[in-house]
């Protein structure tokens, strides 16, 4: 077997793909040892505290190990996959049987370590099988097999093994499953000990674990009819965990980051909130006149594009709601730019991506950056550099049907507008009640630098802008 030299293997460090961030979860391998990778191909999906993000790898050359398994969290700056480069490339391609070797003769790893076999498996001639229970000893030694080198790999074994249902889980010796399967027997809180497998070599499946908790529960022997039952436990007596009343979600990624964010934001910042409801029937009729224009063809518009220019205008008028406050230099930072953040909510969780320089976008432009933003999102796709720098932020409660909130700022920001749902609702128009529609607006903002002066002309503007919007042409 040709050896590399350690100039020959490349380390390709978790890289924080967002200012500040430490760690990210590894959602999925895209390649397996003894893969050819070349520059700027995507190797891995990871979740970091902001995003889902594809991770290209910088050179060209052969997997040799990935370090981690799918669903581990991992410190940015620590090596997540070894490519073999150059001369070393050709070596890592090669069959691994001396590897496979020497690791078959150690000892029997403790249980929280986790096996790593380089190369890209053995050949038919050289397959290793588990040993099924009740198999002589000598044969034990023979681990790892073939289904060890799929499991770490990712690949099906060399040789297909020759079918047999097992009478009963292998004992002694840690359950053969794919980080995936082991991922989701923790999560439906399976012992995979239990699991009868019925993939090659005795690998346990999704399959399995799905007909582990499918499976009903073995019947109990009636006792004799002479024999008292046996009590009713009190309420007070302990009972069993029941896995199936309570689901565990761990907390981490998007959820984790968010968490932290606002409860931090919650107690740095004194939160004032101001509401006020208006009526926006005209606001409406712009947005149908402009589903018909021509120069809107293709872009998203919905009342949310005109609430952001409203409040784009209203900052205008009002630019130190656009600020900051710098608590190590006790300075308020005035921003003379506009970060427009637009809360949307992901399968992963809230986040918060901006329009960067959205004050100085046209209407039409507005509309095109407000619709790529809500299509990323939704298809998990936001950068992490998308949700930095905001100023200030909507978020559209009335999607929902809410009628308001009071809504915690962005660190680092100074003001967050929420915007209710829009309703039909009695109204005094002209001296006459009509049917109007209406909506609430909820303005938080940090009591530290925004006044309530300030924060209630920054409303009142929104609230004007929506209910004359001919005076987004004379106030813009």
């Not at 024999?227 to 689901?247: C, F, L, Q, V």
Request: charged letters at 20%; one cysteine or more; aromatic letters at 4%.
């Amino acid at each position: 077997m040709t050896t590399m030299t350690d100039s020959s293997v490349r380390e390709f460090k978790m890289p924080d793909v967002g200012e500040g961030l430490t760690e990210a979860e590894i959602l999925k391998w895209y390649v397996q040892p003894g893969d050819t990778v070349t520059d700027g191909q995507v190797v891995c999906e990871v979740e970091t505290a902001k995003a889902a993000v594809e991770l290209p790898i910088p050179y060209d050359g052969v997997v040799r190990e990935l370090h981690f398994p799918e669903g581990t969290t991992v410190d940015v700056g620590t090596s997540i996959i070894a490519v073999a480069v150059g001369d070393g490339a050709a070596a890592a391609a090669e069959p691994v049987q001396e590897a496979v070797a020497e690791a078959a003769a150690e000892e029997p790893k403790p249980e929280g370590r986790q096996p790593v076999l380089v190369g890209y498996g053995v050949s038919t001639s050289s397959t290793k099988r588990r040993p099924r229970k009740g198999a002589e000893a000598p044969a034990a030694a023979q681990a790892p097999s073939a289904a060890i080198q799929a499991e770490l790999n990712g690949h099906g074994p060399a040789a297909p093994a020759a079918p047999a249902a097992p009478a009963a889980p292998v004992t002694g010796d840690r359950p053969l499953a794919k980080p995936p399967v082991r991922k989701l027997a923790k999560d439906l809180g399976v012992d995979l000990a239990t699991v009868v497998p019925s993939g090659p070599d005795g690998i346990i499946t999704r399959e399995d674990v799905h007909a582990a908790v499918a499976a009903p529960e073995p019947a109990q022997t009636a006792a004799p009819r002479s024999e008292p039952a046996a009590p009713a436990p009190s309420p007070s007596a302990p009972t069993s965990y029941d896995t199936t009343r309570e689901t565990r979600i761990p907390v981490k990624g998007v959820r984790k980051a968010t968490a932290a964010a606002m409860v931090g934001s919650a107690f740095t910042a004194p939160h004032v909130t101001e509401f006020v409801t208006v009526d926006v029937t005209r606001t409406m009729k712009l947005v149908e006149e402009l589903k018909q224009d021509k120069e809107y063809t293709g872009l998203r518009v919905n009342p949310l594009l005109l609430i952001a220019k409203a409040l784009l205008v209203a900052i205008k008028r009002n630019p130190d709601i656009n600020a900051s406050w710098d608590e190590a230099a006790q300075e308020i930072v005035v921003k003379h730019y506009v970060n427009l953040g637009i809360a949307a909510a992901t399968p992963r969780g809230l986040i918060v991506p901006n329009i960067k320089d959205a004050h100085a976008q046209t209407l039409p432009q507005l509309a095109g950056s407000l619709g790529e933003l809500v299509s990323t999102a939704r298809e998990g796709k936001t950068s992490p550099a998308a949700m930095q720098g905001g100023t200030v932020t909507i978020t559209n409660v009335g999607v929902f049907g809410v009628d308001t909130g009071t809504p915690i700022l962005n660190p680092g920001e100074s003001a967050i507008l929420a915007v209710g749902a829009i309703k039909l609702q009695p109204w005094v128009h002209k001296g006459k009640v009509k049917p109007r529609q209406v909506t609430t607006l909820a303005l938080s903002f940090d009591h530290r630098l925004v006044d309530g002066e300030l924060g209630s002309k920054v409303l009142a503007d929104v609230a004007a802008v929506l209910e004359q919007p001919k005076r987004l042409i004379s106030w813009a």
